[in-house]
């Protein structure tokens, strides 16, 4: 059983990841000069965010509640970094997945429209910002997860 949340966890946090780096090296490609391309790239955003992204975070995230349920209660990391880890799927979800959507309905409006509409940098700051508070928070779980024995010796010595 661990065998397969392990795997679970792995390609959940694979697809989360990899999803979001497309992202980061798309979204250069995307102007306000040319508001097809702007809502072409949009809608990739869009649509990986919501059956990639969002699914792939889950499955990592679940995978990792159950695999540290199992875990010897005497590891007190585990919490932490489920707290980390939960914290993202709630960003994920209050922040980030309707900015992605808004700003997507923005640079579609901007084209029926013909020029970028002003509540579109909003919604992209809004995307930004967030997403990037998931991206540290990400880097967190991968150190906490690697320095896990410090971690639990400092919080036993506490």
Same mark, same amino acid.
């Given at each position: 059983?661990?065998?397969?949340?392990?795997?679970? &966890?792995?390609? /959940?946090?694979?697809?989360?990841? /990899?999803?979001?780096?497309?992202?980061?090296?798309?979204?250069?490609?995307?102007?306000?000069?040319?508001?097809?391309?702007?809502?072409?790239? &949009?809608?990739?955003?869009k649509t990986g965010?919501?059956?990639?992204?969002?699914?792939?975070?889950?499955?990592?995230?679940? =995978?990792?509640?159950?695999?540290?349920?199992?875990?010897?209660?005497?590891?007190?990391?585990?919490? *932490?970094?489920?707290?980390?880890?939960?914290? *993202?799927?709630?960003? =994920?979800?209050?922040?980030?997945?309707?900015?992605?959507?808004?700003?997507?309905?923005?640079? &579609?409006?901007?084209?029926?429209?013909?020029?970028?509409?002003? &509540?579109?940098?909003?919604?992209?700051?809004?995307?930004?910002?967030?997403?990037?508070?998931? *991206?540290?928070? /990400?880097?967190?779980?991968?150190?906490? =997860?690697?320095?896990?024995?410090?971690?639990?010796?400092?919080?036993?010595?506490?």
């Amino acid at each position: 059983m661990n065998h397969f949340l392990k795997i679970g &966890r792995f390609v /959940g946090g694979a697809g989360f990841l /990899g999803s979001v780096m497309v992202y980061i090296a798309i979204t250069p490609l995307a102007s306000g000069d040319n508001l097809y391309q702007l809502v072409m790239i &949009r809608l990739v955003i869009k649509t990986g965010t919501y059956f990639i992204t969002l699914p792939s975070l889950w499955l990592a995230v679940i =995978s990792e509640t159950i695999l540290c349920m199992n875990k010897n209660q005497n590891e007190k990391s585990w919490r *932490i970094k489920l707290t980390v880890a939960w914290l *993202i799927v709630v960003n =994920s979800h209050v922040l980030v997945a309707p900015a992605v959507f808004q700003a997507y309905e923005l640079a &579609r409006q901007s084209l029926e429209t013909g020029s970028l509409l002003a &509540r579109y940098w909003s919604a992209y700051w809004q995307e930004t910002i967030a997403g990037s508070v998931n *991206i540290v928070a /990400g880097l967190v779980l991968v150190f906490l =997860s690697t320095k896990k024995d410090c971690i639990d010796e400092h919080i036993k010595n506490a």
